[in-house]
């Protein structure tokens, strides 16, 4: 049993919004507020991974996602899922930020009831999961500059494009110029990256119409 930040119209197709490692904190909610309302609107469901705690510093954040129980966040992300087709959503994608994308593209491989998945800039380790075994259709965001060398820098990206390719699935990668990591993220940077922020939801809105 765990909290869950839910928003949206109840029959609409869901959306599973998982957190970065900082835990469920505005930014997260203020994602799934948006989703929530693009095309004909989805119900948008964030699990509390961390159980109520929320980082306030990058110290205390790596602490929280070190100390994260990966196989039970799936076990979360799998009981989300089920608990939105349970109370009205036909189909249900997730997607995640930072250690929340990492996340979502282990729930297109481990968890058979996700419909489709979009990640922003993270990869799971090989310990968690292979990409190449997915069964959901993927597509993946990731900034040229982002500096989290095998997580989420353009060598992690070009690796799990590799993989997807060879399982055959539905699949998208997509580098932004210029942009670092977090690059949806409200932050000063964002308003110079509005061009890439604009792009990456379009391609979110066509991704989860086309699948959703």
């Known amino acids: 049993t765990f909290d869950?930040?839910?928003v949206g119209k109840q029959d609409a197709p869901g959306v599973v919004?998982?957190?970065?490692?900082?835990?469920?904190?505005?930014?997260?909610?203020?994602h799934a507020t948006h989703i929530s309302q693009i095309g004909h609107g989805y119900r948008a469901l964030v699990p509390d991974l961390y159980r109520g705690k929320v980082a306030l510093d990058a110290a205390e954040a790596r602490h929280l996602m070190e100390g994260l129980d990966w196989q039970g966040a799936i076990k979360d992300i799998q009981a989300s899922v089920k608990w939105l087709?349970?109370?009205g959503s036909p189909k249900v994608g997730v997607t995640g930020y930072c250690m929340g994308g990492a996340l979502a593209i282990a729930s297109g491989v481990l968890v058979p009831e996700v419909d489709a998945v979009v990640a922003f800039y993270g990869?799971?380790?090989?310990?968690?999961v292979d990409p190449s075994r997915a069964l959901a259709p993927i597509q993946a965001h990731?900034?040229?500059l982002?500096?989290?060398?095998?997580?989420a820098d353009v060598t992690a990206a070009k690796?799990?494009?590799e993989k997807l390719k060879s399982c055959g699935v539905p699949h998208e990668v997509h580098i932004y110029p210029g942009c670092s990591h977090a690059f949806m993220n409200t932050s000063p940077e964002a308003l110079?990256?509005?061009?890439?922020?604009?792009?990456?939801?379009s391609r979110f809105a066509t991704w989860m119409a086309r699948f959703l």
């Not at 990869?123 to 968690?128: E, H």
């Open 17 to 30: 919004v998982l957190q970065e490692w900082w835990g469920v904190n505005n930014q997260v909610k203020n």
């Open 123 to 128: 990869t799971p380790s090989s310990k968690l």
């Open 192 to 201: 110079k990256n509005q061009g890439a922020i604009d792009l990456a939801w």
């Open 159 to 161: 690796s799990l494009e």
């Open 142 to 144: 990731f900034g040229e």
């Open 146 to 151: 982002d500096t989290y060398v095998g997580f």
């Open 4 to 6: 869950a930040y839910v």
């Open 85 to 87: 087709k349970e109370n």
